[in-house]
């Protein structure tokens, strides 16, 4: 297979049949050595974390294929940490759209004059960050991506939609296990110019605490599948 892209945590190869596999692996974002998934630099590797983020991208995707929202998702190998999904074109050169329902980590670091760190954001809070290391991910508005020529209005209207709509599901399938979801952090595509989830679902991509403490990605896995 031909790779065609080397990320913090996945690795894209091109499949034969015009589709795409994603190769998870066992790093996750942080900064000296502690998880955190608003940070934009690989920080420690957590054996086992790949895996886990697969299975819970599965356990949500298949959640949200039931709800009628469509993803890039096609099926799954566990046993090889793999996942085939569906081509889809990134938004500019690379967009992440995070869903906050609690302001912390970065969002405190950025505005901690104005809100104190756990303060809930009553219906979700969606901002976009463009992937650039080099740049720490700026932060980018909806009327700047269209000023760019990287989205529409719309297809920003449509994109985040559906996040407040599928951040919703995730919490609230979480708050069914007494667990609450801070926040989360995903990636859109185009794909035939509709505007679809893509990349992953993952425990090292949501901040998720239970009696006040945050819950380390591994162990977030097990109390999502094992209930």
């Not at 920080?43 to 949500?60: C, H, V």
């Not at 569906?86 to 104005?114: D, M, N, Q, W």
């Not at 719309?154 to 985040?160: L, T, Y």
Request: net charge negative; hydrophobic share 35%; charged share 30%.
């Amino acid at each position: 297979m031909e790779r065609i892209y080397v990320g913090k945590t996945k690795d894209v190869y091109k499949l034969d049949n015009g589709n795409v596999m994603l190769k998870f692996k066992d790093d996750c974002t942080g900064k000296d050595g502690v998880f955190d998934p608003g940070e934009n630099t690989v920080g420690l590797t957590i054996d086992g974390i790949g895996r886990a983020n697969l299975e819970t991208s599965i356990y949500y995707f298949e959640m949200l294929k039931k709800a009628g929202i469509k993803t890039h998702y096609v099926s799954a190998d566990l046993e090889n940490a793999t996942m085939e999904v569906l081509p889809g074109k990134v938004f500019g050169h690379g967009l992440e759209v995070i869903c906050r329902l609690v302001a912390t980590g970065s969002f405190i670091r950025r505005y901690g004059e104005y809100i104190e760190d756990g303060t809930v954001l009553d219906g979700g809070y969606v901002e976009c960050t463009f992937k650039n290391d080099e740049k720490g991910d700026p932060l980018v508005t909806a009327e700047g991506l269209a000023a760019l020529g990287v989205m529409s209005e719309e297809m920003f209207k449509s994109m985040k939609e559906q996040t407040l709509k599928i951040t919703k599901i995730v919490a609230d399938d979480l708050k069914s296990i007494g667990l609450d979801l801070w926040d989360i952090k995903f990636e859109f595509g185009y794909n035939n110019d509709e505007v679809i989830l893509i990349d992953e679902i993952a425990s090292g991509n949501m901040r998720v605490y239970r009696d006040g403490k945050i819950v380390d990605p591994v162990e977030l896995t097990k109390l999502i599948l094992n209930r």
